[in-house]
Structure formats: C-alpha cells, structure tokens
T-cell receptor, first 117, second 113 residues
Framework: GAVVSQHPSRVICKSGTSVKIECRSLDFQATTMFWYRQFPKQSLMLMATSNEGSKATYEQGVEKDKFLINHASLTLSTLTVTSAHPEDSSFYIC?????????????FGQGTRLTVV | AQTVTQSQPEMSVQEAETVTLSCTYD???????LFWYKQPPSRQMILVIRQEAYKQQNATENRFSVNFQKAAKSFSLKISDSQLGDAAMYFCAYRSATNDMRFGAGTRLTVKP
C-alpha cells in the first residue's frame, strides 16, 4: 500500500513554545490530508481537513489559530501547534488519500506523540 | 452529520475461535465507504477491510469478513480462527463522498491463548 510518513514520532516541548509536525505522502500525490487527535484509550477525532493550495477546513471546536495547517504541496502537509500548553499533549495522526482516487482508503502516518511540559 | 457507533468497548476471544465486532452508523447519504481499521500498541492504523456501500456482496479478506446490512446501517466484522496477533483496538470508520473519515469509539479485542 501507499506510504505516509509522519515526523517526528515523539516530541517534548516546553509550555509556550510551538511545534511543527510534518505529514508526507512518499509515493503518491494527495490533494487532501486529514489531521486527527487521539487521547489515550479513545478514538480518532478529526481536527481538520487540509487541502493543497487552499485554507484548511477545521472541525467545530478546533482552534484554527492554535493548530495551524499548511498544505503547500501535493505531498506535504504540516500541523503547527502554537503556544503549546500541557492540555495540548496528545497523539496526533495524519492521513492522506491518493489524488487519483483509485483507492478509497486513506493511508495513515505513524502518528506523533506530543508532550508539553 | 454522520455518526459511527461501536457498542462493545471490549471483546475477548479464545485463540482459533471466531469473534464478531459490531458497528452501526447513521447517514443520509447513499454513496459512502465503510472500513475496519486495526490499531496495535504501536498505534499505527492498519486497514483490515473495506466495503463500498453500492456493493451488495460482503467484503472478505482472508480470515476477516464483514456483514454489511445497508438498510439496517450495520457493518460488523467477523474474525475467524483468531490469532494472538489479532489483539488490538479495532475501529469502524465511515467515509463520505466529501472524503472525511469518521471513526467509532473502538473495540479492544483480547485474544486468549
């Protein structure tokens, strides 16, 4: 199957700083990427839909100024957690779909465990 | 908005036995896709099986099969000949024509040797 690479896999940052998470589709082009957040022992909650060349679409309750999403190319989307606080600590997962649309599934990155201290 | 419900927070099965995980969903759309994903302790999401809503035939992937009841909006996963490596969290997911995917709360499957 297609490969989505997410980096870093783990990051610890100080409260008040910003951290960037990258999501790359390695062997296909993705016009749309998705960002999810997963709390321990809970499901994946969609945060936003990232569209190449345009603004991201955020789910209700997600602060767009805190979670900045940039989708500058067909293979890269970034999520920046700005002015991070301990409550932002979570597991963040991205997914992407092939631009050709031949596959109906979404391919997931390995996830990023963010800890804000 | 579409919702996905998994009513079994935890399930347990004996190795080599069969187990069925339940999933129901709510939608007003006619064109959509359904998925079962497995999430082991590594937390990598692994696609187990997928079903297109327009297909009446139930999808099958080796030991994994689904019972898709479109009218009842039900999409259960059957795991046959359960193996120790099947132990994981299982998420049912719905993908609409607009491409965003929604997940159920998950079912933690334990496989007993």
């Amino acid at each position: 199957g297609a490969v989505v690479s997410q980096h870093p896999s783990r990051v610890i940052c100080k409260s008040g700083t910003s951290v960037k998470i990258e999501c790359r589709s390695l062997d296909f082009q993705a016009t749309t990427m998705f960002w999810y957040r997963q709390f321990p022992k809970q499901s994946l909650m969609l945060m936003a839909t990232s569209n190449e060349g345009s603004k991201a679409t955020y789910e209700q309750g997600v602060e767009k100024d805190k979670f900045l999403i940039n989708h500058a190319s067909l293979t890269l989307s970034t999520l920046t957690v700005t002015s991070a606080h301990p409550e932002d600590s979570s597991f963040y997962i991205c997914s992407a779909r092939d631009i050709q649309g031949l596959n109906t599934e979404a391919f997931f990155g390995q996830g990023t465990r963010l800890t804000v201290v | 908005a579409q919702t996905v419900t998994q009513s079994q927070p935890e399930m347990s099965v004996q190795e080599a036995e069969t187990v069925t995980l339940s999933c129901t969903y709510d939608t007003s759309e006619s064109d959509y896709y359904l998925f079962w994903y497995k999430q082991p302790p590594s937390r990598q999401m692994i696609l187990v099986i997928r079903q297109e809503a327009y297909k009446q035939q139930n999808a099958t992937e080796n030991r994994f099969s689904v019972n898709f009841q479109k009218a009842a909006k039900s999409f259960s996963l059957k795991i046959s000949d359960s193996q120790l490596g099947d132990a994981a969290m299982y998420f049912c997911a719905y993908r609409s024509a607009t491409n965003d995917m929604r997940f159920g709360a998950g079912t933690r499957l334990t496989v007993k040797p």
